[in-house]
């Protein structure tokens, strides 16, 4: 079975700080996506990752795809009320290209 | 160009009654995956479906099953409901190759 450990759970911080999301998986994904939720919404798409060391930046937002294709972590730089949300990462692979969604980081960013 | 519109938006059912919720893709997208979301849980895959074939089943009992029409719309049902039913349904749409999926807003069930 294939299973994705997020970490931290749950983060609160201040406006202003910096944070590290980290995703964790015994198994290798051909390629692997985070996502924001808000309350009551279903997830939205940040990014894509798909070579095994990638490193994406999307504004203050910081993603990496482990060299083993395995783990990846998200980096949030002076981190805004508005990041505020539910952040999961979902791996896919196989013929199906099925996500198969992390354990989930609930972050609230304080002003 | 509208996203993945999904109804209804909220349901109440008691248990042992059967649902019925229906998705809509984004024109020209024809993956079509359903997935349930209890409350501070990753969502969890049920189904996904291409141009009308089931390509894939999650771990679910036989009370779940789904469709997809000629229109790349879905429906999934439900039957015998559960308490544990409760949830968030989420349907995605993807274009069936590698790459991201674009998620409907999702239908809150609730089974008392």
């Known amino acids: 079975t294939q299973l994705l450990e997020q970490s931290p759970q749950f983060l609160s911080i201040q406006e202003g700080e910096n944070l590290t999301v980290y995703c964790n998986s015994s198994s290798v994904f051909s390629s692997l996506q985070w996502y924001r939720q808000e309350p009551g919404e279903g997830p939205v798409l940040l990014v894509t990752?798909?070579?095994?060391?990638e490193v994406k930046k999307l504004k203050r937002l910081t993603f990496q795809f482990g060299d083993a294709r395995k783990d990846s972590s998200l980096h949030i730089t002076a981190a805004q009320t508005g990041d505020t949300g539910l952040y999961l990462c979902?791996?896919?692979?196989?013929?199906?290209?099925?996500?198969?969604f992390g354990t989930g980081t609930l972050l609230a960013v304080q002003p | 160009d509208a996203g993945v519109t999904q109804s209804p938006t909220h349901l109440i059912k008691t248990r042992g009654q059967q649902v019925t919720l229906r998705c809509s893709p984004i024109?020209?997208?024809?993956?079509v995956s359903w997935y349930q979301q209890v409350l501070g849980q990753g969502p969890q895959f049920i189904f996904q479906?291409?141009?009308?074939?089931?390509?894939g089943r999650g771990n679910f009992p036989d009370r779940f099953s789904a469709r997809q029409f000629p229109n790349y719309s879905s429906e999934l049902n439900v039957n015998a409901l559960l308490l544990g039913d409760s949830a968030l349904y989420l349907c995605a749409a993807g274009t069936g190759r590698e790459g991201g999926y674009t998620f409907g807003s999702g239908t809150r069930l609730t089974v008392v």
């Open positions: 024109s020209g997208h024809k993956s």
């Open positions: 990752v798909v070579t095994g060391g």
């Open positions: 979902a791996g896919s692979g196989g013929a199906t290209n099925k996500l198969i």
């Open positions: 479906y291409y141009e009308k074939e089931e390509r």
